[in-house]
Every structure is written in C-alpha cells, then in structure tokens.
C-alpha cells in the first residue's frame, strides 16, 4: 500500500497530494501518468504525475473531484493509504532540442503542465507559460510556474484575476508580433486544447496536446481510450494510455474526443452524489 505524506487543498475542487512511491518515483518523467485505486473495492483511476522527488521516494499527484472516486480519494488524509498506485504509464514529453516553448495550461490540466515547463526550464529552454481558470477562486499554481517560466500570462474567464479572456488570447498576441516558438504544449480541457490548436494553425508553430480520455487497464489492451487521428489523408486510431498521452494537436479529432467525454458525464455526477450521501451517513 501507498501512504499519503502531504496533503494540500489547492481550491474548493481541486487537491495535491504527495504520495510515497519510492519505484514509481524513480522512473517517472514529466507527461507521463499513473493508475490508482483508493481502495480494495475501487475503480482504476489514471491520474499525470505533478511532480517527482526520487530522493525522498515521492509522486505528487493533483486531481479535480469530478465523480465518486475522486470524491474518496479527496477524503483520505496525510497518514492514510492508497491500495494500488501503478506507475510510471505512457511516453513522457518530447523535450529534447526545444529552444523556445510555449506551455498553455487551463484549469486542472496547469497541475499536468507545470513538471513539463520546469523540465524545459531546466534545459534552458525559454519558456512563456499561460494558464487560465474560469476565475480567481479557482487558480492554482500561480507562484510555481512564475518560478520557471521566462514569461508568464495568467488569464480568467471572468477577469477577476490577471488579465479577462481565455488562454488563446496571448497567445495569438504572441504569435501575431511575431514570436516564433518551436513548440505549443497545451494541457487542458478538451475544447481548450483544440482552439490553441486552431490559433497556432495560420503561424505554422508546432502544437503538442495531451490527451486524458475514458482509461481503464493503462495497457492498452481495454481500447477505452482510443483517439482517431487524421494523418496523411487517413483515419488512423491511436491508444492514449501507451501511444501518448502526448500526440500532435493538428491531428487530433477533438470533435470525436469531446463526444466520448461526454459520455459518462451523469453517471460521474449520480456516482459522486451517492459517495456524498454515504459519507453523511458514516459521519
């Protein structure tokens, strides 16, 4: 079993925690994810790494309570212990030969985006880093990607922090004045990551996506987490979990994508309800 060392709310949905896995922390690389279950009786759950400390045997995992098991996992406390952490999944970032990045981050996809820019940053690669949130409450991170960033941009849907608008904004700023980077990494919700990809398309810039759909096994074995991609003229399919989470942003079907995300939306919502419910009861 894995025991919880830190635990840190981040904001009312969204929690860090650092989680003692001394193997996993030896191999992971910034992109790359891991499995877990809560408990015995829990479902898998893939999750990117946030951070790594192989010296003290740590991964740091940050997660959004969207459903029933990240409502579990949101109630263990430092001290506590996870059944299954099963690590490190997929290819990690290509980061080798990128002078010039720019690294967009929304809402929880900045915890996925943040060990990536600080890889790059420790390359010396010039990093600019935007990251946006629907508003002030729900930021996270801010000081961290500061740290590593030659650049930083921090956006609110609402303007009640940094400047009003979405992440494509300064983006299309940058690249209108001229800047030339030779890679876009975008972390993020679904319709994010593809308006980035749209913005960069006219300046010809490099666009790198990460992908986190429906995932099960983590082997691709199960095929829940297939992307199409259009590629050369053909459809071709793709599994996240050992293929990425990683690909080309220009050839991904986010339509597609989006649709499949949807599609366990309420029963995400039924399921989280009724751990709620339980959790009263217990109390």
């Known amino acids: 079993m894995y025991r919880i060392i830190t635990r840190t709310e981040l904001n009312p949905t969204v929690t860090q925690m650092e989680i003692l896995a001394p193997l996993v922390a030896k191999k992971a690389k910034p992109g790359q994810f891991i499995i877990l279950r809560v408990d015995e009786e829990g479902e898998r759950i893939p999750l990117t790494v946030a951070g790594i400390n192989p010296e003290q045997g740590t991964v740091t995992i940050i997660f959004q309570i969207v459903g029933a098991t990240t409502e579990k996992l949101n109630r263990k406390r430092e001290g506590d212990f996870l059944q299954d952490f099963v690590g490190p999944l997929g290819v990690a970032t290509h980061t080798a030969g990128v002078k010039k990045v720019c690294v967009v981050g929304g809402g929880v996809g900045c915890a996925i985006a943040l060990p990536v820019a600080q890889e790059f940053h420790r390359l010396g690669a010039e990093v600019t880093s935007i990251i ?6 729900l930021l996270i991170l801010e000081d961290d990607f500061a740290a590593c960033s ?7 849907d609402d303007g009640s922090y940094g400047r ?9 700023e940058l690249l209108e004045a001229g800047e030339r980077f030779d890679l876009i990494l ?11 990809t749209l913005t960069a398309k006219p300046f010809g810039v ?6 986190n759909p429906i995932m099960i096994d983590g082997t691709g074995m199960c095929g829940c987490c297939r992307l199409t991609l259009h590629r ?3 459809n071709v399919t793709k599994f996240a ?3 990425g989470p990683d690909f080309n942003g220009y050839e991904v079907d986010f339509d597609e994508a989006m649709s499949r995300a949807r599609m366990y939306g309420e029963f995400e919502r039924r ?3 009724e751990a709620c419910n339980l959790f009263r009861k217990e109390i």
């Not at 975008?186 to 980035?196: D, Q, R």
């Open 271 to 273: 399921a989280r309800e």
């Open 150 to 156: 030659d650049r930083l941009a921090v956006m609110t």
């Open 186 to 196: 975008a972390i993020g919700p679904l319709v994010m990551m593809k308006y980035v």
């Open 132 to 137: 946006g949130f629907r508003s002030r409450d």
């Open 164 to 172: 009003h608008g979405n992440v494509t904004v300064p983006l299309k």
């Open 206 to 211: 490099p666009v790198t996506v990460s992908m």
């Open 232 to 234: 050369e003229g053909k």
């Open 241 to 243: 979990c050992v293929d």
